[in-house]
């Protein structure tokens, strides 16, 4: 077992949560981190909640390798062509879940203001039992979780620069989870989401 093998399993009921807190040497997230805020051409959408328009708290953009449309909180994001930084990444991902992805959404948080609210990922173009492969950079947020019925099962886990979550199985079923907004002065952070739409 290598220096940056860590994995806590989250035991939580109904759920399949693995987090692995060194995936990435900090230099390498370091890197990964300089190169995606410049190069992505990052996006704010407007986004619907209960009819009413709002800016999305964050800045995203998506990448696929087939044009395959990804369609949530009434925006429909439609992919760039993967860039080599975005492939190296992808392909460490893939040998640690086992699982070939289709696509990334990425998400940067500029600051604490913004956030990523309640919501599981269980948009019908990611199937079943989606395996989301979500890979933290740059400043650390925290990602809770609420199970969707029965509301005081909550977790808050720590995503640190270079980490890696995996969240599979019913998990999309039964939970939420939000990266709340938080008035720490916090450093910038980018998130890529891993998955297979299909
Ligand atoms: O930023 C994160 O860690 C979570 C992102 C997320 O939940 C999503 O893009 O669906
Ligand atoms: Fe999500």
Known sequence: MGLFSEKIILYLPDSDITYYPNFFENRDADSYF???????P??????KIFGKVYDQPRLTALYGNNDKTYTYSGITMQPHEFTPELLSIKKM????AQTKFTACLLNYYRDGKDS???HADN???LGQN?????????GERFFH??????KSLKHKILLENGSLLLMQGETQHFWHHQIPKTSKNIGERINLTFRVII
């Open 34 to 40: 300089k190169t995606l805020k410049r190069e992505i």
């Open 42 to 47: 990052w996006q704010q959408d407007k986004i």
């Open 93 to 96: 991902v893939e040998k640690k």
């Open 116 to 118: 990523n609210g309640w």
């Open 123 to 125: 948009e019908k173009e």
């Open 130 to 138: 989606p395996i989301i492969a979500s890979v933290s950079l740059g």
């Open 145 to 150: 979780l609420r199970h969707q019925k029965n």
